[in-house]
């Protein structure tokens, strides 16, 4: 909602004509227009109004200001779906004007589950917005809430920008891209999305010559500094270091935990993403990040400054973290989506070797070298399937033809999946390994056929847990009571109550036959049975076509007289009465 201009000019007047003889005490103590807002009846009180008339009619004007924000200069708005108007600061409207960050328009946000649900057409473009949007909110509900924090606009600012800029690193079909396709491109090579993050802001500001234009804002190299810790974390970090960041002190600590919380999880980007890909999956979100925003505030939890809620809010918090292990499970982890992943990063591999993409200086580097040229970096997206589906180049034939099979719905098939025995965690290094093992389980003499190749067989270890691997991630989360709203406490699981997870991570190990005759199926199904019972010491009775049958438990004799009878006999006339009077 908007005053108008001579509703603010009235304002303006009342305010200078109750200003007089206070002028010399606001120069004194640096009292500007940017910090009105904060000033409470205390402070009113200090300042020398001793009529608490006065003090009330000064703290309704302000009221009225902090009501009615005035958009800045070549301020723009954006409609989105998820969180409507979302009004957008003239810094990051000139950080999205630039290529580095359109990129992020040709970048799937759930990468190759769009070839599984037709809706999650999203890409990271939107998301980002969103959690811009999102952090903004956050940080200006915490400084209206509680001024002491000392909260600034440059802190603002730079915690939404940290939003905006937070996925600028991704590769092509997101998350696929630097945890299947590098790490089996460049064995060995330590990436990550975020580093890359970091160093595609660094690029972005050079190549479009922003730097003086952060510096309009007030945005200095120290605030530069805190924008790629909140995105990557602390980028130096040596031994007997209290505070390992440097772009803010420990008393902002809590700013930290807005875009990308390692503390436990809680942050502006998640609750974007739950909402977003529940709505494009159609899928329901059961988590409120608006009511969490309600009961957010930052308590001194052992030295350190730290986002905490309401006591009562514990259970939507587990409803937040089972909406992540759900959308995992339905959505990300999704086995024919994981098999179409597996395809793409066969696809990859294959024409990494002949793919060039131009870079800094006229360099032509590979898919996998593009990492440490941030000018080739930006030419990668997501239509690197279909540079390699519509090339003519001879070499790319076999790349070419898994894409085909892709197109056409020609997909592996899933054989069966197991799980580890209680306990046992299983390496995602141990996978490559397991093809082999598989397809020599038997012998072809106990096939009668010839055994399959390990280039036949594909291994998936799906990870899936509430974001802290088998932590429970509520056990770092502290709570206050609204009669000790300053004192931070946990709140034990129990409390809670008693339906809650027990554990709180498992695997998956899922078995593709890339072969689609029915013979080579049921060859690689009877290999996966046979290695599953070989190796009963870590791995459970395997599910999926044939090998569902081994889980099944029988029932007993008297059970199934009992369920017999219950079938056989009709309900009485005396039961039907009891029945509606039940009801």
Not at 236 to 252: A, I, L, M
Not at 308 to 315: Q, Y
Not at 317 to 335: C, E, G, I, N, V
């Amino acid at each position: 909602m908007y005053i108008s201009f001579h509703e603010r000019r009235t304002c303006r007047d009342t305010w200078k004509d109750a200003m007089v003889g206070k002028r010399v005490f606001l120069q004194g103590e640096e009292i500007c227009g940017a910090v009105l807002a904060d000033i409470t009846e205390e402070r009113l009180e200090k300042m020398g109004f001793r009529t608490m008339g006065k003090r009330l009619l000064l703290l309704k004007l302000l009221e009225r200001f902090r009501l009615a924000p005035v958009l800045p200069e070549n301020c723009k708005i954006f409609n989105d779906p998820i969180h409507g108007h979302i009004e957008m600061h003239p810094l990051c409207i000139k950080i999205i004007d630039t290529p580095q960050f359109q990129r992020l328009r040709f970048i799937k946000q759930l990468g190759a589950c769009y070839w599984v649900f037709p809706g999650a057409s999203h890409n990271r473009f939107e998301h980002s917005l969103g959690v811009y949007h999102l952090a903004g909110c956050l940080v200006k509900t915490l400084r209206k809430r509680q001024p002491e924090l000392g909260i600034n606009d440059v802190d603002v600012l730079c915690v939404e920008i940290a939003g905006l800029c937070h996925d600028l690193g991704h590769g092509p079909f997101s998350h696929f891209f630097d945890g299947q396709f590098i790490p089996l491109a460049r064995p060995g090579f330590k990436w990550k999305h975020e580093h890359a993050s970091v160093q595609m802001f660094d690029h972005l500001i050079e190549q479009n010559d922003l730097k003086n234009v952060f510096l309009e804002y007030n945005v200095g190299e120290r605030d530069l500094l805190f924008i790629k810790e909140q995105i990557a974390g602390p980028l130096e970090v040596s031994k007997n270091q209290v505070w390992p960041y440097k772009g803010r002190g420990q008393e902002k600590s809590f700013l930290y935990e807005v875009v990308a919380n390692k503390r436990n999880g809680i942050d502006v980007d998640k609750w974007d993403y739950f909402a977003r890909d529940c709505h494009h999956l159609g899928i329901s979100n059961k988590f409120d990040h608006m009511r969490f925003m309600k009961f957010a505030r930052v308590i001194n939890v052992d030295g350190q400054r730290q986002i905490c809620t309401r006591d009562k809010e514990c259970s939507n918090l587990y409803d937040m973290f089972h909406t992540r292990s759900s959308l995992h499970r339905r959505a990300y982890q999704h086995k024919a989506n994981k098999c179409v992943e597996i395809m793409i990063v066969e696809a990859l591999l294959k024409a990494d070797k002949y793919i060039r993409i131009p870079g800094k200086d006229g360099a032509q580097l590979k898919i996998s070298e593009t990492l440490e040229d941030m000018h080739a970096y930006t030419k990668l997206t997501d239509h690197v399937f279909q540079q390699v589906l519509y090339s003519q180049e001879p070499k790319l034939e076999g790349a070419r033809n898994i894409l085909r099979d892709i197109e056409s719905r020609r997909l592996y098939r899933c054989v069966g999946q197991t799980r580890p025995q209680q306990g046992c965690l299983i390496s995602q290094d141990e996978a490559p390994s397991w093809s082999e093992e598989i397809v020599t389980a038997l012998t072809q003499e106990q096939l009668g056929a010839p055994q399959l190749s390990p280039g036949d067989i594909a291994v998936s270890v799906v990870d899936m847990d509430y974001g802290m691997g088998d932590k429970n991630p509520i056990d770092h989360v502290r709570f206050y009571d609204k009669s000790k709203m300053d004192n931070a406490c946990r709140v034990r699981k129990e409390e809670v109550s008693q339906m809650l997870p027990e554990t709180f991570a498992e695997q998956h190990i899922r078995v593709y036959c890339k072969k689609r005759d029915q013979q080579s199926i049921d060859i690689a199904e009877r290999c996966f049975i046979q290695w599953c019972d070989d190796r009963q010491d870590r791995l459970k009775k395997p599910k999926g076509g044939k090998a569902s049958a081994p889980e099944l438990t029988p029932l007993k004799k008297e059970d199934k007289e009992e369920e017999a009878c219950t079938s056989v006999q009709p309900p009485s006339r005396h039961d039907s009465v009891r029945s509606r009077l039940s009801l």
